[in-house]
């Protein structure tokens, strides 16, 4: 659509199997250097407008623009039509589901907390809202697409802790729903250092919402357990686990890599290897047993 040149997909359309092969990912890290430039424009047009086709039809419309039409065709449409209709629909609250949302976007890349979400919503509609009604909400913007939810790991026969971790399908929602544009290429970023944290926290939603999109692939988020820390994301095919940690920044130390570590070093986990997704190609550690891939290369697989 834009121009920019067309890169294939490493994974192979027949089936997640390949996954759980190291040389596959690290076959997706070589295929981004190879085709750097192509993929380098596209990550960058992706930063600046998202991925909407609406906001790259155009590439001299105004990001104003395209934000009051982001807002309009898809998050009211999804909010005040689609989520509302039938008699049952009827009865959702339109001011709840669009203060959810804001929270949803707020909070992009994390897994808040009951607590969190009720004080929130308290002092934002001054009413007393329960969290059984909350998550109800949650999981009806999960059907919209607009956001996935990804649950924590259900381990063994040890009884699921933890909240859902929130993926925003495209960060130039969250941008126009919140008027507020956070780049997520390493130049701009350089420029931005306030905005790292923030970017990193888009980064890993970003990272969970393109992996559930993958049919047929589970994925789930890794709270920290006792002595087990936590690790952003676990991918299952099907004995096998791959944990996937998400390090936005420019250099990486062995602390980054801890939780994969811890991870992988437990044998009931099934977890031979990990991936770290990091923001450059420089980025990487030198554990055989991690893959360093950058954001923009992951965004390749498929």
Not at 63 to 82: G, M
Not at 120 to 129: D, T
Not at 185 to 214: C, K, N, W
Request: net charge positive; aromatic share 6%; with cysteine.
């Amino acid at each position: 659509m834009r121009g920019l040149g067309r890169l294939g997909s490493v994974l192979p359309a027949n089936g997640l199997a390949p996954l759980r092969d190291q040389r596959l990912w690290r076959e997706l890290r070589e295929s981004g250097r190879r085709n750097a430039a192509a993929r380098d424009r596209a990550f960058a047009a992706f930063s600046e407008r998202g991925a909407y086709p609406v906001a790259h039809a155009n590439p001299q419309e105004s990001w104003e623009r395209i934000a009051d039409q982001l807002n309009e065709t898809v998050i009211r449409r999804a909010i005040r039509h689609d989520l509302r209709r039938g008699s049952r629909g009827q009865k959702r609250d339109e001011h709840l589901l669009e203060e959810v949302f804001r929270l949803g976007c707020r909070y992009v890349g994390q897994a808040p907390g009951q607590a969190l979400y009720l004080d929130e919503i308290r002092r934002a509609m001054n009413a007393n809202i329960g969290w059984q009604r909350v998550l109800a909400y949650l999981k009806f913007l999960n059907q919209t697409l607009l956001l996935r939810l990804v649950e924590p790991m259900e381990l063994r026969l040890k009884r699921r802790r933890g909240t859902p971790k929130i993926c925003l399908c495209d960060d130039a929602l969250r941008s126009a729903w919140l008027q507020e544009v956070v780049p997520l290429t390493a130049d701009r970023l350089q420029a931005m250092p306030h905005l790292s944290d923030l970017a990193g926290r888009i980064a890993e939603s970003t990272v969970g919402y393109f992996f559930r999109s993958i049919v047929g692939l589970d994925v789930a988020h890794f709270p920290e357990r006792g002595a087990e820390p936590k690790v952003d994301f676990v991918l299952t095919v099907g004995e096998q686990r791959i944990p996937v940690e998400v390090k936005y920044r420019r250099t990486i130390d062995h602390r980054d890599t801890f939780g994969l570590r811890s991870f992988i070093e437990r044998a009931h986990h099934h977890g031979p290897f990990g991936i770290l997704v990091t923001m450059t190609d420089d980025a990487e550690t030198n554990d055989p047993r991690i893959v360093s891939v950058p954001l923009p290369s992951l965004l390749l697989l498929r």
